[in-house]
C-alpha cells in the first residue's frame, strides 16, 4: 500500500496542521474514530485527543506535587533543626 503524502506545509484541512504520511489503513481508522465520536474532522479527533492526554500528564504531575507537599507537612520540624546543630557546617 501506499502512503498518504501531502507535500510539507500544504494544509491538510487546519492551517494549524501541516501534513504528514500515513498509511490508508490509519486514514480508515482515524475516519472511523472520527465517526464514532462524532467529531466534524479527523483535525478535531486528534485536537481532542491530544488535550485529554495532555490534562492526563497535568493530572498525573499535580498528583505528585500533593505528595511531595504532604511529605513536606509531616516533616518533623524540631529534629530537622537539631541536625542541622549537629552538623559541621551548622552555626
Given at each position: 500500500?501506499?502512503?498518504?503524502?501531502?507535500?510539507?506545509?500544504?494544509?491538510m484541512?487546519?492551517?494549524n496542521?501541516?501534513?504528514?504520511?500515513v498509511?490508508?489503513?490509519?486514514?480508515?481508522?482515524l475516519?472511523s474514530?472520527?465517526?464514532m465520536?462524532?467529531?466534524k474532522?479527523v483535525?478535531?479527533?486528534l485536537?481532542q485527543?491530544?488535550?485529554e492526554?495532555?490534562?492526563?500528564?497535568?493530572?498525573?504531575?499535580?498528583?505528585?506535587?500533593r505528595?511531595r507537599?504532604?511529605?513536606?507537612?509531616?516533616?518533623?520540624?524540631?529534629a530537622?533543626?537539631q541536625?542541622?546543630?549537629q552538623?559541621?557546617?551548622?552555626?
Open positions: 500500500m501506499r502512503p498518504f503524502c501531502l507535500p510539507v506545509g500544504e494544509n484541512g487546519s492551517p496542521m501541516t501534513s504528514i504520511s498509511s490508508f489503513d490509519v486514514r480508515r481508522q475516519n474514530m472520527r465517526a465520536g462524532n467529531h474532522s483535525d478535531q479527533l485536537a485527543v491530544l488535550q492526554y495532555r490534562m492526563a500528564q497535568l493530572r498525573s504531575e499535580a498528583d505528585k506535587l505528595s507537599l504532604r511529605d513536606i507537612g509531616q516533616t518533623d520540624v524540631e530537622l533543626v541536625r542541622l546543630g552538623s559541621p557546617y551548622g552555626g
